[in-house]
């Protein structure tokens, strides 16, 4: 489809007989990912874990190490989005990797985490 030139993560939605294959998300973090979605390598650009649908409000929910929002440069955050890729938001708001005052590093990520399936 020509539009993740950096071959990051991405959503994608089709519908229910399999068709009309639609992006959702345009996450942009490196200039070229090396390994796809997938946090255990050097070499990453957007990696994204758990893809759930909550089931309330509908929101695709994900984690990912990517900075969305400007909020999240090093480290990894919990987010929602509406089925059609509208209204990203963090949910959470961990610290990520932040070098402490005496000079040791420590690192806040979210998690455990889990989702359930949708039941209508």
């Known amino acids: 489809m020509g539009t993740n ?3 990051n993560c991405q959503i994608f939605s089709i519908d229910r ?3 009309e ?3 959702l998300t345009d996450f942009r973090e490196a ?3 090396t390994e796809g979605c997938t946090y255990d390598r050097a070499g990453y650009g957007c990696a994204m874990g758990l893809l759930a649908q909550d089931p309330r409000g509908r929101e695709l929910i ?3 190490n990517c900075n969305l929002l400007g909020t999240n440069p090093n480290g990894q955050q919990i987010f929602g989005m509406h089925p059609d890729g509208s209204g990203l ?3 959470t708001d961990s610290r990520g990797l932040v070098k402490e005052a005496d ?4 690192a806040e990520l979210p998690g455990p985490f889990a989702y359930g ?3 209508p």
Do not use: A, K, N
């Open 5 to 7: 030139p950096s071959y």
């Open 17 to 19: 007989i399999g068709g």
């Open 21 to 23: 294959l639609r992006q």
């Open 31 to 33: 200039e070229r990912s």
């Open 62 to 64: 994900f984690d990912s």
């Open 89 to 91: 938001r963090q949910l």
């Open 103 to 106: 000079g040791t590093y420590s």
């Open 117 to 119: 399936p949708y039941v």
